[in-house]
């Protein structure tokens, strides 16, 4: 996407006139798109690369749908994201979250975070991101995606809506839900810790 | 609620400062490997073909079948007229056994 002289209506042209090469092109182009919205979405145990190449499909499957009325690269994300839910939706979550799931250092910075009122060492950052995934883990797809692009890639509700096509009372109605759970998730964990 | 939302964004601002170092551009033969996929796959496939030419074979096999019964209609209607002279071998026995 760093590729400024990359001509997309020319190239997009070229694709419908079953050009291989311009598909190819196309897909180097809008690989670190794609590949983002998949590392940021990645079902457990589902390679990211195959997912991507899913949604490459489907692009290429669509692609006569593409009227232009909204950027391409939102149009692809959309694909990208609603690919990514429908994996989602697929897998089964985990039973249970418990404190053995954690790694030490994922376990330091919960504890941290449930007893301690200053924030979390900057250092403990992955092991930070690692922990929001596996409580993310425990939420529907939906409510999960939801969460994830709000509080973790901070997108606007009218964002959210223009990439998964729900509307905002859907988009409030999933967050509310999701921390609810989360809530409940943190009280469980603390009343462990205790133990 | 606010405890546990306070808590939540002191996880969720600590997680989004992680770095995201990973290689962005696609693997060697990527681009290459989902162009020739979908080149080949956009074609018509043999079942969309098939369900097309069933659904003309249908409208086909409708029309000459409405097409033979307006052509055989007078036989059809006047056939109904002769059954009734037709001699009932039921009812003959029946009637030279009583």
Known sequence: ????????????????????????????????????????????????????????????????????????????????????????????????????????????????????????????????????????????????????????????????????????SLIKVRAFRARGKLKKLFQDLERKERK | MKDFDSRWQKLVTAARQAPVAREETAPYGFATRVAAGAMCDAGPTVLAVFGRFSVRALWIACLLTLAGVAANYVVFAGSTGDDQNLIDPVSEVFTNAS
């Open chain 1, 1 to 168: 996407m760093a590729d400024e002289t990359f001509d997309l209506f020319a190239c997009l042209a070229r694709v419908r006139q079953r050009d291989q090469s311009a598909a190819r092109e196309l897909v180097e182009h809008l690989y670190p798109l794609v590949i983002r919205i998949v590392r940021a979405h990645l079902p457990r145990r589902v390679a990211e690369e195959d997912l991507a190449q899913d949604i490459f499909l489907k692009m290429f499957t669509r692609l006569e749908q593409y009227k232009g009325a909204v950027a391409f690269s939102h149009w692809v994300s959309r694909i990208a994201v609603t690919t990514c839910i429908d994996q989602l939706r697929a897998q089964k979550r985990r039973p249970e979250f418990r404190w053995a799931d954690l790694s030490e250092k994922e376990a330091d910075v919960l504890d941290s975070v449930l007893t301690s009122d200053g924030a979390v060492a900057a250092n403990d950052a992955l092991a930070s991101r690692e922990l929001v995934y596996k409580l993310l883990g425990q939420l529907k797809a939906d409510d999960r995606l939801v969460i994830q692009l709000l509080d973790l890639e901070q997108r606007s509700v009218a964002e959210i809506s223009e990439l998964t096509g729900w509307n905002s």
